[in-house]
């Protein structure tokens, strides 16, 4: 687990307000990758994805006994705001939780498509995330991460603004962040502030 610990920062990843990192697939490939690595693991680790396709499987790095049930509701609601969902303009989403001794890659399934087998806990969340800084890097987290929302730059919704355009908006703010960091932060699709 320490290795992929280690290589964190090339997945999504944020780190949740108990201090454990959370990282999850970028795109198919990477969700492969990220699998085939927690798998091999000699400790089982807490998986998510939501119930519909087009999300990260997203990985909470720390054994199965440590893991609250804060840490799932924050894990579930960064899989889901990185997922279609997001995209689709929606509010909430089903993200399905189960261990990765469940999981099982057959040879003639696509990339990023994994066969989970026995019971699988399932639950909605909202897509809400706020902007601020971890490890120095701007990150859209789940609210509920923030330890001081002194240090939240803003939320934000799906919605119908640009990121381009949201960062002009946001930029004028005179927040320190380019805006390739911004647009690596962000979903994918338009998103919206709110307060």
């Known amino acids: 687990m320490q290795s992929l610990i280690q290589d964190y920062k ?14 999850g697939g970028k795109n198919a490939l990477q969700n492969d990758e990220l ?11 807490q998986i998510m994805h939501t119930s519909s396709p087009g999300s990260p499987f997203s990985v909470i790095l ?9 840490d799932i509701e924050e894990c579930a609601i960064f899989t889901a705001c ?3 969902a997001w995209k689709a303009g929606k509010s909430k989403s089903n ?23 026995g019971k699988v806990q399932r639950i909605s969340v909202p897509l809400k995330l706020a902007l601020t800084h971890q490890q120095g890097i701007l990150r ?3 609210e509920k ?10 939320t934000i919704i799906p919605g119908k603004i640009d990121k381009k355009d949201l960062f002009v908006k946001i930029a004028l703010e005179e ?17 919206k502030i709110v307060t």
């Open 10 to 23: 090339k997945y999504k990843w944020f780190i949740t307000f108990s201090g454990k990192t959370v990282i």
């Open 35 to 45: 699998l085939k690595k927690v798998i091999s693991l000699s400790e089982s680790t």
């Open 62 to 70: 720390t054994p199965l006994k440590k893991i609250t049930r804060q």
């Open 82 to 84: 990185f997922s279609q």
């Open 95 to 117: 993200v399905d939780i189960f261990n990765s001794s469940q999981l099982n890659k057959e040879k003639n399934m696509k990339a990023g498509m994994w066969k989970v087998t």
């Open 140 to 142: 859209a987290v789940p």
């Open 145 to 154: 991460t923030l330890k001081n929302f002194k240090n939240r730059i803003c």
């Open 175 to 191: 927040f320190s962040f380019t805006q390739e960091e911004f647009l690596a932060a962000l979903p994918a699709g338009g998103s």
